[in-house]
Each structure stands twice: as C-alpha cells, then as structure tokens.
C-alpha cells in the first residue's frame, strides 16, 4: 500500500506527526507545493493530481488540515481510481472565523459525496472546526469519526510526537481496505 501525504496550509514540519510518519514510511509520497502560505484551490489540485497519477498501485491518502478539504475536493470531480483509503485528520471548517483568509476557492463538503473506506480523526479543542463539524463532514462521506479529546489541532503544537494513537487508526483504516 502506498501512502500519500497531503499537508496544510505552511506544511507540516519536523515535529509533525504526518513528517515523522512519511520519514519512516517505505513507500509513500508528500504532495509538494509552489505555495504553502497563499494556497489556491486549483494549484493545489493539480499537484494532488499530478503525484497521484505517478502512482501505480494502491494509495491511503494521509490528509492534515487544508490537506483533508484538498482531498474532498478532488472527491467531487475524480473517480476513486488507485485511491484505497484516506485518513483525514484536523479538517477544518472553511466557513468557520478562524479559517484563514489566504485559502482560496476551497469549500466543505455540503451534502453525500462517493468516497473510499475513510476515517475522520478531530478534536475536541481544534481552533479551525468543531466537534460537530467533523461529524456533519464524517456524514458526507460515510467515514467513521474518531474523536480524540483535547489536543489541538492535532499538529506539531499539539506535541503528539509520533503519534502512536493515530498509528493506529492508520493500520485499523488500511487493514479494512487490504482485504
């Protein structure tokens, strides 16, 4: 299985949990951006879309963030193709007050979208989306919500280090779709 990292907005650094993990990962690829800071919908597309079609075989998208909405995005106009699975962690509410501005075109998933076996990992406390936010989004996709208390935005802040827990829901996600 061949995992594919899409990070949020100014990347996921050093101490990000979703760095560790494509550090230590066999196979696997990280979705490179012209612009971190200033994303654009569509630019972000294409990478997306560019690094999936090098691809050839089967892909467990791990989305962060802005990373998560990027996915959902390419969901409404893609077949599923070679993408198996997707772990969406922290996304956010683009309609919520502390989305950043310098996001553009991006939009939350409003009613039923096609997805693969999916989970949506949130916090209790992420300053970007509320619980309930997560849950309306786990809806649209038929994912599984998992909700992990008070962390943050489940980001290097968070100081979660390697993650064990999300590890975890990581395997449990690729078990189901390896089958």
Known sequence: MHLLFLAGIGNSGSEHWQRQW???SEQATWVEHSNWEQPVM????????HALVSIHEPVVVIAHSLGCVLFTEWLRC????????????????????EF?????????????????PAVIVASED?????????????RALNAAVHNI???????????????LEGQMILRDLIHRVDR
Not at 42 to 49: A, G
Not at 149 to 163: D, E, F, R, T
């Open 149 to 163: 208390g008070a962390v943050g935005h489940i980001n290097g802040q968070s100081n979660l280090g390697y993650w």
């Open 126 to 138: 992420d300053p970007y989306a509320s619980i309930e936010h997560a849950y309306n989004q786990g």
């Open 22 to 24: 494509y550090l230590e």
């Open 100 to 116: 950043p501005e310098q996001a553009v075109h991006f939009s939350n998933l409003g009613t039923y979208c096609d997805c693969c």
């Open 42 to 49: 569509e630019q972000w597309l294409d990478d997306f879309e």
């Open 78 to 97: 893609h077949d599923l193709g070679q993408v198996s699975g997707a772990m969406l962690v922290a996304m956010p509410n683009v309609l919520g007050p």
